[in-house]
């Protein structure tokens, strides 16, 4: 059966605590997220979402931004449990898996007019199974 996407799985919701955690070497820095409708803390990449901060707030870093703006924006997310999505393009994603217990934020822009999912992919996305990595 093909896995079909359609729209984000969280929308207009809000990242309720927000922590950056730096690793020694500055290599994999991180941000620790608390998002509205999920009990687990999700972990996203600080380059990725310094990447959505960049392209809301015009070319500001995170770093420039207010912790309270950043938390009184609303969001939308594509969340998995168990597995992310890796975009390939516009119309197809791969499914990796991890841990299962784990969540996953696949996909996430700020919930304005140009953060709907259709003005970022195309109206249906089909997901393909990919690998599943092996978590030690």
């Given amino acids: 059966m093909e896995e079909i996407i359609k729209d984000y799985t969280h929308k207009n919701v809000y990242i309720e605590d927000i922590r950056l955690k730096r690793s020694a070497s500055k ?7 608390k998002v509205e409708g999920i009990d687990s803390t999700i972990y ?3 380059s ?5 901060i960049r392209s809301f ?3 500001k870093n995170v770093e420039d931004i207010s912790r309270d703006n950043i938390l009184n ?7 998995t449990q168990g597995s992310y ?6 119309e197809n994603f791969e499914r990796i898996g991890g841990v299962p217990e784990k969540w996953y934020i696949s996909i996430f822009e700020v919930a ?3 953060g709907k999912f259709s003005n970022n992919f195309a109206e ?3 997901v393909n199974a990919g690998n599943t990595l092996n978590w030690t």
Wanted: avoid cysteine; charged fraction near 20%.
């Fill in 27 to 33: 290599k994999n820095d991180f941000f620790a997220l």
């Fill in 44 to 46: 996203v990449n600080y």
């Fill in 48 to 52: 990725i979402f310094n990447e959505r």
């Fill in 57 to 59: 707030y015009l070319g």
């Fill in 73 to 79: 924006l609303k969001w939308n997310f594509v969340i």
């Fill in 85 to 90: 999505l890796k975009i390939v393009d516009n």
């Fill in 112 to 114: 304005t007019t140009l």
């Fill in 124 to 126: 249906t996305v089909y």
